[in-house]
């Protein structure tokens, strides 16, 4: 049911004109109420409710979600006219929807700084900003003009020569159907959401996490580098062999390489906007040129073009020093030898002595390119791979020659200069298929990069496929297989071999394959330097943030000098064959990843996985993403091994060393997921002996400014965590959740620092609740989560739980100690904590000592061990103690323990210790005077110690003793009770004053004359002699590991146990009181 309301003035006037349109319905749909309706409707709901108009001047009716006062006044204008005033308060904090869309419609993903200097200095960015651009020249050209490149004028003839039509053809299907699956993958990912500028690299790092993003980015940028230096050795390749081949050098590729790309690099640093007008010349330039292939093919159909290859025997002459193919001629004068002649011969005259091979083959002279309809085509299926220096010769022609006798002349034919086999001719292919991710790299610049990046980049790869698919075919139908494999032209007069098919002339391929070529060099050198940028403005990688910094008008200087420098190194390689599997390796790595980002996204589901391009699996994601791993190892195993580990060191380095990022990335729901799992998994069942580890819950205390009081207490923490489970480091707060919000969030962030200080991995907690008490409990019943919960809790021990003022502490301290048996927790107390190592001490020697009273589960077994796995304690030597019983064999029980010592695999000393027989009767007796006397004396403190001296001096000459421990008035002097007893004064449990008479001198002798509790000397006696024992035995051990004594069934003696366990442990340094957890946790089987 809607709500309507109605509109009016103040004083009961309406006046539609102020209410038309005016009015923002609550509800979403209703429409703006008439008048008539309007008043109908207010008067049938029983009342008018007034709501301010915009524009008008009357203030706003008193409303109580209105704050009215005079110091909200000026604030409360702006909500005038909005009649929003139920959601004022989230007004405050949260945008309204108006604003929001506003701000999302005006979004522009444009890259800050990007004009050009020429703009800046003549504020002309206005006037000379392009508009944006659409499919067809934001993206379907731009991949057409770095698809098309290099490989496809100077390698491809070649390719298809030495792997035959059906191999070539299976490559080009292999590389370009990899393409497509990359490229469905790439525009599902475009399309899910806003793609600022960036591109692949933005893409994979969003989706994949900054370690994989950064990986991945670097080897992309490191392909685009090396892409340009091939580029480069294209274009050089062009000049000096097919251009000027007069220009050439002693080392001339490295020579003219260098020039090319310091001219390049200049031309880039001048402004990249030279190279953006030059572009569409360069893209006319390779369109050109393909078309004019296609017009060769169509006339070779037609007539054949006249391009003669020379052929000795079977062999591929070097048409070059030669005029006719043959050994002599018939002129007016006679028989006259050639060049040819005198080449293989000594001597021109027709009995000169001359190569073997030469006298005993013909020399023939056939037509490099018989014509598509000429049916060379069934020659041309099959390849013919050769080894470095091989002859190229014509498979079908037989030729006269002595396998022993030895090549003479070989500079005279034409030869294999590489080796060549299947793998080497994927990887020297595939870089002629990338430039895919082009028009995602402009995505900045595009009208609607959702719709244009997948349906030009789609379009682009089937136009490219096509023409490739086309091209092998059509090179096999119409060209020779001998000039086929003949990959610099020098059998067709030094010629390009694609260009000797082209129309109308050759130089149409070589003239416009050099420019294109020089254009996707310039290409690279723009892109590359700033994918560096980008990638060092996300401070991902610490090393490569000297790289984020430009000139002032954005452009990346030092980038492009890191890029230029790389960019040298692969012209320092010199050929083109060599260069092009490496940068290969790169590409296959980040099209790799770009379909595993894909195939992630959709197989987790994530809510924010919506993307508009429709036409995507997850299957066809991991099937692109198995052909480029395939395609990787095909192109050569050992490069990529070497990707992978420089891929695999980058992660490393940036995971350790870089910067954290949260951007919603697919591994971080991978973590989730696989989280999920696992918890899942655990909670199948309670882990197995040989499985448990400490999964410590370690409780700090926080002062008034939050900080941690016991950070010793962490660093123990980090000791004990050589079993690598669990750790949560938790405190507690008193208060209401609400009111002590802040101060939570600031004591969660002291934990966190220190927890980083002492590098301890692990999570924090903080709970508020109205006491201590129950705060720790909550900790202790909540902490954790399905299967991964705490099984051992470290606390620290009271330390001054003797004053008055401190009463609640140890009563919280032993309640602590109840809930974690009763929950079958473990339980670590270490005592004087404040003494215990920090992470960065040393002990260069000393002993770790067990005392082993009760058998715990082996917890005392195994913490020294795990504190012996850290540095702090590694040179410490292991001692375990135990007690002998008035009953037992004390040899046999060592020789027991040993062995069982020996199967646990645990290196330690053993000593069993013999029971002393003696009750400590006087000890026990002050302690429960003490204890009676507080509950009865309700004085103040000066009173309380007077009394309690009166109490000493009584007791200490004639203390009562039992038969079996006979005690002299000296022992009882010399006894810790009597050192204690001044401490005891210190404290009152605050309980209500006794009814009157309970302070006379008669309750007070009463106190005098009372025996112990037969119990309590027993504990007494036990915790007195253990402890002078110890202090014996271990009073130079770095640490003592003792049984920690279950707490009293009744409270009431609450108060006694404390004393108990301080005197078990009086003179110790550092003590740590172990309490098992009731199961066993560790086995002697494997």
């Known amino acids: 049911m809607s709500q309507r309301f109605t509109v009016s003035k103040s004083d009961g006037e309406r006046r539609p004109s102020d209410i038309q349109g005016e009015v923002n319905q609550l509800f979403e749909g209703d429409e703006p109420a008439t008048g008539s309706s309007a008043e109908a409707d207010g008067s049938a709901a029983g009342g008018e409710v007034l709501v301010v108009l915009k524009g008008d001047s009357i203030p706003k009716e008193s409303s109580p979600f209105i704050n009215s006062s005079d110091a909200a006044a000026e604030k409360s204008q702006q909500y005038d006219g909005k009649n929003m005033a139920l959601f004022e308060e989230e007004m405050d904090t949260s945008p309204m929807v108006s604003s929001l869309l506003s701000s ?34 934001g993206v379907y050209m731009p991949c057409i003009q770095n698809i098309f490149g290099v490989i496809l004028f100077l390698r491809m003839t070649w390719l298809v020569g030495i792997g035959g039509v059906v191999g070539t053809f299976v490559i080009v299907t292999m590389c ?113 040129s393909i078309l004019a292939v296609y017009a060769g093919v169509i006339k070779t159909g037609i007539d054949a073009p006249d391009f003669p290859v020379c052929l000795l025997g079977n062999r591929t002459l070097i048409w070059k020093t030669f005029d006719v193919c043959s050994k002599t001629v018939e002129t007016a004068n006679g028989t006259v030898t050639t060049q040819l002649w005198r080449m293989f011969c000594d001597s021109p005259f027709l ?48 030729s006269v020659e002595d396998q022993d006798d030895p090549l003479t002349n070989a500079n005279r034919y034409v030869l294999a200069d590489i080796a060549s086999f299947f793998t080497l001719l994927v990887g020297i292919y595939f870089p002629s298929v990338t430039g895919i991710m082009a028009g995602s790299n402009r995505s900045g610049d595009l009208r609607d990069a959702q719709k244009s990046i997948p349906v030009g980049t789609i379009a682009a790869i089937t136009t490219t496929s096509f023409v490739y698919m086309s091209s092998v075919i059509l090179f096999g139908a119409c060209i020779d297989g001998v000039v086929l494999r003949d990959k610099f032209g020098e059998g067709v007069h030094g010629n390009l071999v694609i260009g000797t098919l082209a129309w109308p002339s050759p130089w149409v391929i070589v003239i416009g394959s050099f420019f294109s070529t020089c254009g996707a060099g310039l290409q690279s050198l723009t892109g590359a330097p700033r994918l560096m940028q980008a990638i060092a403005k996300d401070g991902i990688v610490p090393a490569l943030r000297i790289f984020g910094h430009a000139k002032a008008n954005g452009e990346p200087t030092w980038s492009l000098l890191l890029t230029a420098c790389i960019c040298e190194i692969g012209i320092l390689i010199a050929s083109l064959d060599l260069v092009a599997p490496i940068l290969s390796m790169f590409f296959l790595m980040c099209y790799m990843f770009v379909n595993l980002a894909c195939a992630l996204q959709t197989l987790l589901r994530t809510p924010n996985w919506r993307p508009r391009f429709k036409f995507y699996h997850w299957a066809l994601s991991f099937l692109g993403m198995s052909l480029c791993l395939t395609l990787m190892f095909l192109c050569s195993w050992y490069y990529a091994i070497v990707a992978m580990v420089i891929a695999g060191s980058i992660y490393k380095y940036i995971e350790f060393a870089g910067a954290e990022k949260e951007w919603g990335d697919g591994i971080r729901g991978l973590s989730l997921s696989a989280a999920r799992y696992a918890l899942m998994r655990l909670e199948e069942g309670p882990p197995h002996t040989k499985n448990w580890r400490p999964q410590l819950l370690t409780l700090v205390s926080t002062d008034a400014e939050q900080n941690v009081e016991q950070p010793r207490l962490l660093s123990l923490t980090n000791q004990l965590k050589a079993g690598k489970g669990l750790t949560i480091v938790g405190t507690a707060l008193v208060g209401t959740f609400l009111e002590n919000y802040e101060q939570s969030q600031r004591a969660e962030q002291a934990l966190r620092k220190l927890m980083e200080t002492e590098k301890v991995k692990g999570f924090c907690q903080v709970t508020v609740s109205s006491n201590l008490r129950d705060a720790t409990s909550h900790l202790i019943q909540a902490s954790g989560l399905g299967g991964l919960k705490h099984n051992a809790v470290l606390v620290s021990w009271p330390r001054n739980w003797r004053q008055g003022d401190e009463h609640q502490t140890w009563r919280n301290f032993v309640e602590l100690v109840r809930e974690t048996t009763a929950a079958d927790l473990a339980l670590l107390v270490p005592k004087n904590v404040a003494a ?15 005392w082993w009273i009760v058998h715990d589960g082996g917890m005392l077994m195994l913490l020294p061990f795990l504190l012996r796995q850290h540095k702090v304690w590694r040179k410490c030597k292991m001692r375990i103690f135990t007690v002998a019983q008035l009953d037992d064999n004390s040899i046999q029980m060592k020789k027991d323990l040993t062995t069982f010592l020996y199967h646990l695999r645990i290196d330690a000393m053993v000593e069993v210790i013999q029971k002393v027989e003696s009750y400590t009767y006087e000890k026990t007796l002050v302690m429960e005077q003490r204890s009676q006397m507080l509950k009865q004396i309700k004085m103040t403190r000066t009173e309380r110690e007077r009394e309690v001296q009166l109490i000493h001096d009584n007791t200490t000459p004639a203390s009562p003793a039992t038969p079996a421990t006979p005690l002299t008035p000296a022992e009882g002097v010399q006894s810790p009770g009597a050192q204690v007893q001044m401490t005891w004064t210190e404290k009152c449990d605050g309980e209500p004053a006794k009814p009157p008479g309970a302070a006379t001198p008669e309750g007070i002798k009463d106190l005098f004359n009372m025996k112990p509790n037969q119990s309590n000397v027993r504990r007494m006696h036990t915790a007195l002699r253990l402890n002078e024992v110890i202090i014996k035995k271990s009073s130079e051990a770095k640490l003592v590991l003792l049984n920690m004594p279950g707490p009293p069934k009744n409270r009431t003696g609450d108060e006694n146990y404390m004393e108990f366990l301080e005197v078990l442990t009086d003179g110790l340094n550092r003590v740590l009181l172990v309490r098992g957890g009731g199961r066993e946790v560790i086995t002697i089987y494997s």
Do not use: W
């Open 836 to 850: 215990f190592p920090s992470n960065g001490e040393r002990f260069t020697e000393g002993h770790i000592d067990v």
């Open 176 to 288: 370009c159907t990899t393409n497509m699956l990359t490229a469905i993958s790439m525009s599902a990912i475009a399309t899910n959401g806003v793609v600022p500028a960036g591109g692949s690299y933005y893409m994979i790092s969003r989706s994949l996490g900054p370690e994989f993003g950064g990986a991945v980015g670097i080897c992309f940028y490191l392909g685009t580098t090396f892409a340009g230096a091939m580029y480069i050795l294209g274009a050089i390749e062009l000049l000096l062999i097919y251009i000027a081949p007069q220009a050439a050098l002693l080392n001339n590729m490295r020579v003219y390489g260098t020039i090319l790309l310091t001219s390049m690099a200049t031309v880039v640093f001048v402004g990249v906007k030279y190279v953006n007008k030059l572009a569409l010349v360069f893209l006319a330039c390779v369109i050109l």
């Open 351 to 398: 009995n000169a002595t001359c190569d073997k091979y030469f006298t005993s083959n013909n020399v023939t002279q056939i037509q490099g390119i018989p014509g598509v309809a000429s049916g060379i085509l069934s020659e041309n299926l099959f390849g013919t791979y050769y080894e470095k220096g091989d002859l190229i010769a014509r498979t079908n022609m037989d």
């Open 104 to 137: 999302l419609a005006n979004y522009s993903n444009l890259p800050q700084g990007s004009k050009e200097h020429e703009e800046a200095e003549n504020n002309e960015a206005e006037s000379s900003r392009k508009k944006p651009l659409g499919t067809l020249m």
